[in-house]
């Protein structure tokens, strides 16, 4: 394969590469070959997998190129690679959430999310870095040390999910799984200039994803254009009766309306709460011309006030690590994963105890313990119980503005891309980057960021947080795609074709 042949395959996006494997322009073997050769070259920089799964992926690409030789039907992204996130169980790989207590754990069973992956002919590269058990905003937090960000690898990828988005923007991968739980698929999106939804709470499954907090863990699609994003979506989207959250409902057309891009008569609302103070001046800057294109192209846009949104912040750190600190329970020593204490330890106890010392970094364990002691006797009413009171609060907030507007747009993040160690210290400056993304989380309702070009002052990507009522994902990738045309005509090209060599040519 010819150095322009590589460049131009790792630039591909899913569906041109789709469309050249079932041509027969391309194998899938050639398209895999070239990520994983790609992944060697730079991944070395950038931390984006903490595992390579290279003889599977190959075997997987040569039965998708058999399938498509035989006539069989294939899926539309069949034989396109895709990074996944080290928090969903595929069977034989690692499965650790970027944690030492399931250092080595091999899972028997795939996540329902993997299964359809593998069932649409997507071919699996490996696993991506994430903060441990999905807690973090920047991905410093894994055990196995931080991911960079392409743009710049003095910086944070975002988190949890930064090694998914880190293998977008560094053409590692043309696809990805992320989850969310408070921003981990928007925030990463925003800071590495890639695309980024959290599906309506309950629109994919939850099986065999390692729970973080039940009520608010949403996997979903990442990606670098829009349209990969929403075949993607709809690839891992719909009823699953092994996950009691699960919607049974028909899934949105995300694609025709990834196809569309109209706006339209569509009514915006700009949430009044997440700006002004706090919030980067070329953050602010790109939202507001981000904001006046699409009254140009035809949507409506009035402001919208939320008021409970400022609540939101302590809300979701109140219940999330009560929810942790209940999920986490399981990691104990006695089934799977780090045992310690086999030496002379005399209790059960005891080895749990030193298990949990030696297996969970200090992130988790601070979760943990402010958890415990949220969901404590004596405790729970005064913290959990007032949380979720002014949980049903922010909802409340939602279903008023979607009942005047169709959409609500903000930043998605106050800030680009921190540099590493910045704010590893200052837990709650850290907890402030989730500010714009964790109501959606709250209420369950469809979120996504797309990018809206570099911050002046830093040249670094900005995001556009666009959020639907739920089952009304479609709409997030109508604004989403009006965005990208019109942004990538003024531009002259995707936005990730200005972002800075990685020290290997393209």
């Given at each position: ?479 989403g795609a009006a965005l990208e045309r019109a942004l990538e005509s003024s531009w002259g090209g995707p936005l990730l074709d200005r972002i800075p060599e990685l020290g290997v040519a393209l």
């Open positions: 394969m010819t150095d322009s042949t590589h460049s131009e395959i790792i630039k591909g996006t899913a569906v041109e590469l789709a469309t050249k494997i079932k041509s027969g322009e391309l194998s899938s073997v050639e398209v895999t070959q070239a990520h994983l050769d790609r992944i060697a070259q730079v991944d070395g920089d950038v931390h984006a997998f903490l595992h390579v799964d290279g003889a599977r992926a190959l075997t997987s690409a040569a039965a998708v190129d058999a399938k498509i030789a035989a006539g069989e039907t294939v899926g539309p992204l069949a034989g396109v690679p895709l990074a996944l996130k080290d928090v969903l169980t595929y069977s034989g790989a690692p499965t650790t959430c970027g944690s030492k207590i399931l250092e080595g754990w091999i899972p028997p069973y795939n996540a329902t999310v993997t299964q359809r992956l593998l069932d649409a002919d997507l071919v699996i590269l490996g696993k991506t870095n994430m903060d441990e058990f999905a807690m973090g905003s920047s991905t410093e937090n894994s055990a196995y040390g931080a991911t960079h960000n392409p743009w710049d690898l003095d910086r944070i990828p975002g988190g949890s999910g930064g090694g998914s988005s880190a293998a977008l923007a560094a053409y590692e991968a043309p696809l990805a799984i992320g989850t969310d739980t408070g921003g981990s698929i928007r925030q990463p999106a925003a800071v590495t200039g890639t695309v980024g939804v959290k599906p309506t709470y309950g629109g994919t499954s939850r099986y065999g994803l390692v729970a973080l907090a039940s009520s608010l863990d949403q996997p979903g699609p990442c990606a670098r254009t829009v349209l990969d994003a929403a075949l993607l979506h709809r690839v891992i989207a719909g009823y699953d009766p092994r996950d009691s959250t699960s919607i049974n409902a028909p899934v949105p057309d995300v694609v025709a309306a990834a196809r569309s891009g109209d706006v339209s008569g569509l009514r915006i609302g700009v949430v009044k709460e997440l700006g002004g103070e706090g919030y980067a001046p070329g953050v602010e800057q790109r939202f507001a011309e981000a904001v006046g294109l699409l009254d140009q192209l035809g949507a409506e846009i009035v402001e919208v006030s939320c008021p409970h949104f400022v609540y939101a912040l302590p809300t979701y750190y109140l219940i999330l690590p009560s929810e942790c600190s209940s999920n986490l329970a399981k990691m104990d020593g006695m089934r799977f994963g780090l045992r310690a204490g086999d030496d002379g330890v005399a209790s059960a106890e005891q080895v749990m105890g030193l298990t949990r010392e030696a297996g969970f970094g200090p992130e988790v364990k601070r979760r943990i313990i402010i958890g415990t002691y949220a969901l404590s006797s004596g405790y729970y009413d005064a913290y959990y119980g007032q949380a979720q009171k002014v949980r049903t609060l922010i909802s409340r907030d939602f279903e008023r503005a979607f009942a005047s507007v169709d959409v609500l747009v903000s930043p998605s993040t106050p800030t680009t891309a921190f540099k590493l160690g910045e704010k590893v210290d200052d837990p709650l400056a850290m907890y402030l980057n989730d500010l714009c993304t964790i109501p959606s989380n709250l209420a369950g309702n469809a979120s996504a960021s797309f990018p809206i070009g570099l911050a002046p002052e830093d040249g670094l990507p900005v995001g556009f947080q666009v959020m639907a009522p739920p089952l009304a994902d479609d709409r997030l990738y109508r604004v």
